[in-house]
């Protein structure tokens, strides 16, 4: 499975932004998918994740009731729709995937698969 990031861009602060990951190769053995982000000098962290064939969807408290995490099956494309965009927002971020049952949506090590990620930059 192949990951492909895009979106990202330089916003102000209260602004929105959408980010697509493309996804391509063995799309049907996915389990889950979900966005990661790393701020410089910090740790990858969990954002939001979502069940690639169900419903379910799981975010970090950080971003809840700012960001919505979506997937277009027939597309195999994931978004990332953020609102209310804050400067701490800003990071590098990255699509994965998980493709089998032990993906757990905010455990980094349960993704098999990663994009190239893309920059979001919130000036204040």
């Known amino acids: 499975v192949q990951l492909q990031a895009s979106g990202g861009g330089l916003v102000q602060a209260g602004g929105s932004l959408r980010l697509s990951c493309a996804a391509s190769?063995?799309?049907?053995?996915?389990?889950?998918v979900g966005w990661f982000r790393q701020a410089q000098g910090k740790e990858r962290e969990f954002v939001a994740a979502i069940v690639w064939t169900g419903h379910s969807t799981y975010y970090a408290d950080s971003v809840k009731g700012r960001f919505t995490i979506s997937r277009d099956n027939a597309r195999n494309t994931l978004y990332l729709q953020m609102n209310t965009l804050k400067p701490e927002d800003t990071a590098v971020y990255y699509c994965a995937a998980g493709s089998d049952r032990r993906w757990a949506p905010t455990i980094r090590t349960s993704y098999d698969y990663w994009g190239q990620g893309t920059l979001v930059t919130v000036s204040s």
């Open positions: 190769g063995r799309t049907l053995s996915l389990y889950g």
